[in-house]
């Protein structure tokens, strides 16, 4: 079992930044493939980024790409999303998630935490 949660949401203006973190406990976390996804209001989860076990190889959605990065310290078994450039579009919760395969799909994932919620003014 692994144990997910997200923190460093909150509101800010358009062009902005905010650092998310999901800090993992449990089972052993560098064996995870790690991912974000976003649900915005009226709307599905839809993929953002995700890193492999290593911090090696990283996805992301075309709609982040260049914006966001991704990243990781086992050491702290902690994943982060660091969010520049960020747009009203870009409102929603933002979960992490832990699986063994990870890549694009939310089925690839086990484990899921509560949420953070972003919010960008415009």
């Known amino acids: 079992q692994v144990q997910l949660v997200e923190s460093g949401g909150g509101l800010v203006q358009a062009g902005g930044s905010l650092r998310l973190s999901c800090a993992a406990s449990?089972?052993?976390?560098?064996?995870?493939?790690v991912g974000w996804f976003r649900q915005a209001p009226g709307k599905e989860r839809e993929f953002v980024t995700t890193?492999?076990?290593?911090?090696?190889?990283?996805y992301y959605a075309d709609s982040v790409k260049g914006r966001f990065t991704i990243s990781r310290d086992n050491a702290k078994n902690t994943v982060y999303l660091q969010m520049n450039s960020l747009k009203p579009e870009d409102t929603a919760v933002y979960y992490c998630?832990?699986?063994?395969?990870?890549?694009?799909?939310?089925?690839?994932?086990?484990?899921w935490g509560q949420g953070t919620q972003v919010t960008v003014s415009s």
């Open positions: 998630a832990a699986g063994i395969r990870g890549g694009r799909y939310s089925g690839a994932y086990d484990y």
């Open positions: 890193i492999n076990w290593s911090g090696s190889i990283t």
């Open positions: 449990g089972r052993t976390f560098s064996n995870y493939a």
